[in-house]
């Protein structure tokens, strides 16, 4: 028999759930199933691909479909930095507008964009979402009544794509299943307990402002992205540009 292969094996907190999970590098098994969904070329292939590369990977007993997206990312962008490299370049155009030069009538031409292509590096392993000091887990409207609340997890985002509708369906079912009950001075109503359609009414019935804080707590979850400093040595043109959303780490 050959000799088994020794793998390393790392440690990792989960920025949003705090819990902490061991894992190994994926190998080529696992990057052969990444590949196959990349030339699939679409998102539910890419989810059931990183979903199946996290469940292998990762050495400890954990639901990989509970947990908020922001936590799979976060895990994903650590075992791709660990399997393959830590330094990622991303190639980003300059589209500085630079004055063209003047034609034969002494007119500048109109400005062009410098179209420049910057090499990016990012240290995948630098990147950390901010989160909030306090876990958040309920919205108030009033003293007296408000929404316990969760981040959405893996599994519902898979389930909000298959599901018929618009866009603006599929995100009002997203946020729905992120709702985990009606809290008043009395009592908690359990989404569970409550039927869909009536909870939809409920969320139907809000006042804008009551709404707006529904908005807030999604706006301000804490995502993977990472502020890097753009520098075009064509056209010395500088910005400081931010990277967010774990598919822009990975050209
Ligand atoms: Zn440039």
Known sequence: MLPKIDVPIYELQLPLTKKN????????????ILLMAMEAN???????AVKQILNNCCLDDINIDELP?????????????????EIVELPYRCNNKIDGLPDE???????????????????LLDIHP??????????EFNEAMGLLIKYPSFKMV????KQEGSEVDKLMNILIACI??????????????????EMMDFIENLTREQFNKIQEFFDTMPKIKKEVDFNCAKCGYHEKITIEGLQSFFV
């Open 69 to 85: 997206i922001t936590d799979i990312e976060f895990m994903f962008l650590n075992l791709r930095a660990r399997s393959v490299s």
């Open 42 to 48: 679409d998102a539910d292939s890419v989810i059931v």
């Open 105 to 123: 009538t002494g007119v500048p031409i109109s400005q062009r964009e410098c179209g420049n292509i910057v090499n990016l590096e990012v240290n």
């Open 158 to 161: 898979e389930q909000a794509q």
């Open 21 to 32: 999970i061991r894992f190994r590098p994926f190998l080529v098994k696992e990057e052969k």
């Open 180 to 197: 985990e009950g009606v809290y008043t001075e009395e009592t908690i109503f359990y989404s569970k307990d409550i039927p869909q359609k």
């Open 130 to 139: 901010e989160t909030h000091d306090k876990k958040i887990d309920r919205i």
